[in-house]
């Protein structure tokens, strides 16, 4: 395995080259899965039946709190994705551990509104409208949860590894997973709360 030291820890290698543009790709996949989530939402939106509407379920206060863990999430896994590029194993670890905690918190807001929508008779099964909503949110909280266990996993492969090209790709391609959630979840809260508290 030739080791080009010239290019960042996690491009090093013509492998861990291939393994990121294999992700971006991946990715697109992805961004067209929401999509698709995104357009049943905004076509079954107003199908609420005798349901409620989201104006009537959605509620600010732990939307706000689901927004600031996880956008503060995205910023401290930049500074760990940057102290891994300077070579800093213990900082690197500290924010992947802080970014983790806030994942966990996010994921916390979003058990309990799930726990209210059903409280309130907003299920599956209630309407077109209360199906899509859970459906989407059920899916970013999905991928929020398989982003927990897989940066854990990292993280205790850097303990155990080191910052190795190996591990720094691991970890690069990890930030590059958690930033689309984070950019999902924008979307989410612009097109789906904010609008439909209006």
Do not use: C
């Not at 067209?32 to 600010?60: C, D, K, S, W």
């Amino acid at each position: 395995m030739k080791v080009d030291n010239s290019l960042p820890l996690e491009y090093s290698t013509e492998e861990n080259s291939l393994k990121v543009l294999g992700f971006w790709i991946f990715l697109g996949a992805e961004i067209m899965l929401f999509a698709t989530l995104f357009a049943t939402y905004f076509t079954m939106v107003h199908r609420t039946g005798n349901g409620p509407t989201g104006a009537e379920i959605f509620e600010i206060a732990p939307v706000l709190m689901e927004t600031i863990l996880l956008l503060t999430s995205s910023f401290t896994i930049g500074l760990g994705i940057h102290a891994m590029r300077i070579g800093n194993k213990k900082a690197t670890m500290i924010f992947f551990l802080i970014t983790l905690l806030l994942g966990a918190g996010f994921l916390s807001f979003e058990v309990s509104e799930f726990i209210h929508y059903v409280h309130v008779g907003a299920t599956l099964q209630t309407s077109g409208f209360t199906a899509i909503l859970l459906t989407t949110l059920g899916t970013h909280g999905l991928h929020v949860t398989f982003g927990f266990f897989w940066g854990l996993f990292i993280l205790l492969q850097i303990k155990k590894r080191g910052l190795t090209p190996e591990t720094a790709n691991k970890s690069f391609i990890f930030s590059l997973y958690w930033h689309f959630l984070d950019v999902i979840w924008i979307f989410i809260f612009s097109f789906i709360y904010l609008k439909g508290m209006m």
